[in-house]
């Protein structure tokens, strides 16, 4: 079955505690990509990733990081978590860069983060 | 500057009601064009998507939408509402101007009256 799994789905931490979610996808996809969902406002872009070893900036990319080592994997990494970064985490993947062509987005079932 | 917009952010509806959700977004070229749903506790699942061609696009659970480009809208439809509709809805722009991103609405909450 073709999909994008997150883990974990929940989780609580304390302020500057370093975390990573990590986000696996089976589809052989080139694109991924994070967001962060917030009432009110949708979903928001963290970072993205165009193939292995090449990552780039979204909207909102200020406290995470990301790395692309491997084709089906994509973590998101918190180094220094804080509570303005509590928040629901989507991973995505596409077969190529969305808004370049006819493409979709695949989504996984989301991070639901609380830092205290 | 890019946007795209939900006017409703809660819409309550009858069960068997019709149902529609608004959207509209800003480019100058035509974009292209999804909704998404997201129940409680649940991913994100497309609905439907339109890149080009026939502008009423069928998707799934008896949903439609019509991309009307001199209004720059793309609106959700659907006949008559199910109880599990209850659900987030979005509208996502993805567009060369976006670059490699979609672009998301704050999303419409829709609850059904049984």
């Known amino acids: 079955e073709a999909q994008v799994t997150q883990n974990p789905r929940y989780l609580i931490t304390v302020t500057g505690k370093k975390l990573t979610v990590t986000c696996s996808q089976n589809m052989n996809h080139e694109y991924m990509s994070w967001y962060r969902q917030d009432p009110g406002l949708g979903l928001r872009q963290i970072y993205y990733s165009m193939n292995v070893e090449v990552t780039d900036k979204g909207d909102v990319p200020e406290g995470y990081k990301v790395s692309r080592k491997e084709k089906r994997n994509f973590p998101l990494i918190l180094e220094s978590p804080s509570p303005n970064q509590t928040s629901l985490y989507f991973c995505a993947s596409s077969l190529s860069g969305l808004g370049r062509g006819r493409d979709e987005a695949f989504f996984g079932q989301g991070t639901r983060l609380t830092v205290v | 500057a890019q946007s795209v917009t939900q006017p409703d952010i809660h819409i309550t509806v009858s069960e068997g009601a019709s149902l529609e959700l608004r959207c509209n977004y800003s480019y100058g070229a035509t974009p292209y064009l999804f909704w998404y749903v997201q129940s409680p506790g649940q991913g994100l699942q497309l609905l439907l998507k339109?890149?080009?061609?026939?502008?009423l696009v069928q998707g799934i659970k008896g949903f439609e939408a019509e991309f009307k480009r001199s209004q720059s809208s793309f609106n959700l439809r659907k006949p008559s509402v199910h109880w599990s509709d209850a659900a987030e809805y979005f509208c996502?722009?993805?567009?060369?101007?976006?670059?490699?991103?979609?672009?998301f609405g704050a999303g419409t909450i829709l609850r059904v009256k049984s």
């Open positions: 996502a722009v993805g567009a060369r101007e976006y670059g490699n991103k979609l672009v």
């Open positions: 339109y890149f080009s061609g026939d502008t």
